[in-house]
């Protein structure tokens, strides 16, 4: 356990703003936090919050070409330092959030970021097709690994082969740069991620959810309606933090790093086992003003140990 | 909008019930009757998500909350001491639905057990709207009627029934109501409590063509809008939706409202 | 969250004390609580705190034909509900096992099972003709999924010939009951399962740990010197569930399930997803009297909701 | 052993150092100088491990621990309040060895920062056993000196030292163990605190011939030998190993230690 508490109030002398902006090639982000989609909305919903031009960016909400129900209810539960859900990407489609949403958030100076869904390749294409034509957007984040679509959490995410075909299919029709969200339910993710960067994508972002149910033994329900749901919170950070670990020793493109980010270190540690950038989950749900949070935490952290930049923490662990 | 260190002020417990006066001047003066709370119960990292509670009252700079010690979260909170300090985002949620049509006209609050909660603060508004208020408040035993004598002392017209007659009518709320309901002619019917109770309720308003409006309950993520994991079935424009309760609701009228 | 408050006392009148015993075929246990290896000592460790005659049975700490020197410290960190470690399988090795302990936990009543190991096949198969011989041994847990052990957490349970190769090897020689021990750390876990119940096991335990790792951002340093380490307690439970439910809906020989049990209602989740027995691991070094607690509670369960035998309930979720 | 409901008897705090003095007839009949204790900080699931500490010392029926806020579960652990219950187990491990050649003869006890926590308790057993005891005592600075009164008080001869100077010697307690050693010459010197602090004081008694025991620190899992987690490289018959410090130790003498 670290704590939070070296974050406290310190005198500082003569030290200058550390410099928290991170280039991912393609993007440059004021710093390396993005909240992550399916946990900040369509990017209204925390402006009385906080105020989304101090990210690095956002992800919203998975977007498929049409409008979708979702799962029935319950869709959330809660166990031990993570929270499980089976939201199955209930959502509004590409052409209302286009008329709706878009022209309401486009005004905001951090990158936007679409989370593509599809439930075949081809709606994939579509709704980059779609997107494409639409100025504001800053990058796509191809979300081919999401486990509450199909039966028992299949998604492209977890086949090297259906990896690669997606996003060669996407890359092609995509005027913005590319990230390939990938899905910890593997054995090998190096292998997923090696595939999607072959295929052209411009960026990793993983993790997304740990395939996982819960029971209530009193009922003997699941405490899913779907039974099967993703787990993320503080719970996966060990584990995510393996693999983009792993993923960035291997790959040659920017990771982003996500899985149970709380705090300021917890960001930290994800740079330092190697990625660019983050993404915050859960946490905006614990705490709406997290996000700000974790970034002021970073900032107090490069100026207390006089790190002008903060790319220089970027994939350094000492071994 | 959150206050991060708003103050128990005061506390009184019944066996597993609970109120809690808290100090929140600003909470206090944007709640609306039916509006809720998120409340994060502590500062580790389990129980890691705020959990929901009804806003009970507001007076003056203080704000109450009333629940059940039902689980981890409710226990740890049962366990706060004055001058302890609670991180609290709300109001949130859109409030019962008052509509001009009732001044001056006869009104049914129906609260079972905990949903009890969020019916004082709109009986106490309903009051100097003003209306006629009676208050139907039902436990599955005395010691589940911890609010009575708050209810008498405010001088409400107060029903009680418990399941197994150990105070008041024996049996359901909702079939004490019912039973009482020939004598009232309500013009509305406001209520909350186990979902059962509710649909039971429904019912009986619909048959009667009594509009009735209910406060839902539902696991919630963030209270805000954001993690669309609170939906129930509801009716828009004649067709059905997933609704997130935290932002639409969570007072529903009945005729919204598909009961599972 | 499901509260351990619903085991406070009551009166239960007229209610006959529940039947606690399961069948695993080749095993019968007096109730489905197993001590799981390596956490659990050689079975003496615990003496002042439990009578280990009152377990379903435990399994001692990984065995290797040699002795073991394990890694180097830190071994052992903290995560959000969780442990890592990378103890490497520090051990004395069978001989000294045989000649040591052996005599010391053959007194007891409650069945001893084995958790064998090795660095190849050969190794494998070396402890189990070695320990055939000595009287006392109830069944072999055969460890092929200890992530710690080599580069990357590569073990034999990663993939399904290596699964099925193993196991055939050992089955061959075994004069025991042999239980495979799986590793949660891939894609589809199904599919090693039924490798390993065609290889002959006449069980399977899971899950042994997941790849994780941790990282001190004040140091930069990972928290175990071995960088990557295994993951349990609460935190993996979700996981660990969804796997046995998968698990034990697509084989035919019982499935002992495990990871995160800190409580009876958390081991009756087990049961109810298809276990027939639990271990149980981490939570012996929260509370030594843990596992005597967990059998303690599920009686307590049984009696309340009137469930004459336990048995009964593996396999019940109510979907 | 294990006591479940341990009530704590009496606080002190000292900024981030805490004296705890808890009631447990059993354990405190059962210490010795070097043991320890592993404290369940809470019942919920995070923190989730024990974490050890010291026997500072016991008296009648109670004893004592002292500790430094350094993290999550010290912290947690810092805001008990008198009458709380903590579940504990122990008294765990060796204590230090006390040879009968020691008698009557003069002994040094150092401690850096936190470590002197063991060493209070050795102090008042070696007293009685009886030694002279000199006790030297370091710290960043002076407010990371909060037993020196209590020391004083109890008449040890007491030799302190900050980093900072603003108390003492000016420079670590080792250096001025060694600038003061020739005018000591002890029979045997018991030392806890920083692994850098040990080492030098390991090696400045191996020079000196002069024999020397250590309270080491490590990351525990269990406490009880279960879990492998807390090994130090240690020579047993010639031949280095991992051994447990939990097991046999965490007292270690000089030459057994093979430091990092
Ligand atoms: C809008 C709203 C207002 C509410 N107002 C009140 C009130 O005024 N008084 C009162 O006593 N109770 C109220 N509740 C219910 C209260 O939120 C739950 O009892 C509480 O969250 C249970 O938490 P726990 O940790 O004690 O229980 P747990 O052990 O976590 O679980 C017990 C039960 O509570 C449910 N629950 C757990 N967490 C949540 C959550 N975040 N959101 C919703 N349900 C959850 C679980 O589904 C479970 O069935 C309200 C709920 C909602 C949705
Ligand atoms: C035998 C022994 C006796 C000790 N006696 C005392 C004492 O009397 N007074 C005192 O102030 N401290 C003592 N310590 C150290 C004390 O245990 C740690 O400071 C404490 O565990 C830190 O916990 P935390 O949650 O506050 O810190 P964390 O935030 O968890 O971590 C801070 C540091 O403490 C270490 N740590 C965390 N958990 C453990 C654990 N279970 N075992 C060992 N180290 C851990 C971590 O490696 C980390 O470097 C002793 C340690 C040992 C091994
Ligand atoms: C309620 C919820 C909804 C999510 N929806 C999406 C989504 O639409 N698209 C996606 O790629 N990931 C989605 N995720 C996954 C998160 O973006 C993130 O990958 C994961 O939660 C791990 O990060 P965390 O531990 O910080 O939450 C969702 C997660 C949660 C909890
Ligand atoms: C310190 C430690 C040592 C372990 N050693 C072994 C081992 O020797 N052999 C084995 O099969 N599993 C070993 N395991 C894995 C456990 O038996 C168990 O599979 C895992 O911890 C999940 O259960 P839990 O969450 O209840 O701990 C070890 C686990 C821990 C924490
Ligand atoms: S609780 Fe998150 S959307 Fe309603
Ligand atoms: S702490 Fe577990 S063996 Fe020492």
Known sequence: MKKDLCFGPKKLYGLKMADLSVDLGFLQLQNPVIAASGTFGYGLEFSPYLDPNN?????????????????????????PCGILNSIGLQGIGVKKFVREI??????????????????????????????????????????????????????????????????????????????????????????????????????????????AMDVDPQTR??????????????????????????????????????????????????????????????????????????????????????????ESVVGSLKI | ???????????????????????????????????????????????????????????????????????????????KKIHDQLDIIGPL???????????????????????IAPLFFLAQSLRTFPCGVKIFYGGKTHKDLPLKDRLEEKRFDLYCSTDDGSYGYKGYVSELFEATFPSLNPKAVFACGPEEMMKKISHLTQQQKIPAQFSLESMMGCGIGACWGC?????????????KICEEGPVFRSEEIVWS
């Open chain 2, 93 to 115: 949620g859109k409030g019962f639905f008052l509509d001009n049509s009732l001044r001056e006209k006869e009104v049914v609050l129906i609260g079972g057990g905990r949903g």
């Open chain 1, 55 to 79: 990210l690095g960016g956002f992800v919203v909400k998975g977007l498929y070409f049409y409008p979708r129900e979702g799962n029935p209810p319950p869709r959330l539960g809660e166990t």
């Open chain 1, 221 to 310: 329900k699941p405490t899913l309606a779907n039974i099967y749901g993703g787990l993320s919170g503080p719970a996966i950070k060990p584990i995510a933090l393996r693999m983009v670990h792993q993923v960035a020793q291997n790959v040659g493109i920017p990771v982003i790093g996500m899985g149970g980010i709380m705090s300021g270190e917890d960001a930290l540690e994800y740079l330092i086992a190697g990625a660019r950038a983050v993404e915050v989950g859960t946490a905006n749900f614990v705490d709406p003003e997290s996000t700000v949070k974790i970034i002021n935490q970073m900032k107090k952290y490069c100026e207390q140990k006089g790190i002008p930049r903060i």
């Open chain 2, 231 to 243: 939906v129930k079935r509801i009716k828009k424009k004649g067709s059905e939706e997933w609704i």
């Open chain 2, 1 to 79: 909008m959150k206050d991060s260190q708003a103050e128990i002020i005061h506390k009184q417990t019944w066996n597993e019930y609970i109120l809690l006066e808290i100090y929140s001047p600003r909470i206090s003066s944007q709640s609306q009757p039916g509006q809720f709370l998120m409340i994060r119960i502590n500062p580790q990292l389990h129980p890691l998500l705020r959990r929901p509670f009804s806003i009970h009252s507001t007076k003056g700079s203080r704000i109450e909350i009333f629940f059940q010690n039902s689980g981890l979260g409710t226990s740890l909170l049962s366990r």
């Open chain 1, 102 to 211: 878009l022209p309401q958030i486009r005004k905001y100076q951090t990158p936007i970021i679409i989370n593509v869904c599809g439930e075949e390749d081809q709606e994939y294409v579509s709704v980059v097709e779609f997107l494409n034509q639409h100025p504001g957007i800053s990058a796509y984040e191809l979300n081919i690994s999401c486990p509450n679509v199909k039966k028992n959490g299949r998604c492209p995410a977890l086949d090297p082969q259906d990896t690669f075909s997606i996003v060669r299919a996407v890359k092609k029709v995509s005027s913005l740069p590319l990230i390939t969200k990938l899905s910890p339910n593997v054995t090998d993710i190096v292998e997923i991620a090696l595939s999607a960067q072959q295929a052209g994508t411009d960026a990793l972002s993983l993790v997304n959810t740990f395939l």
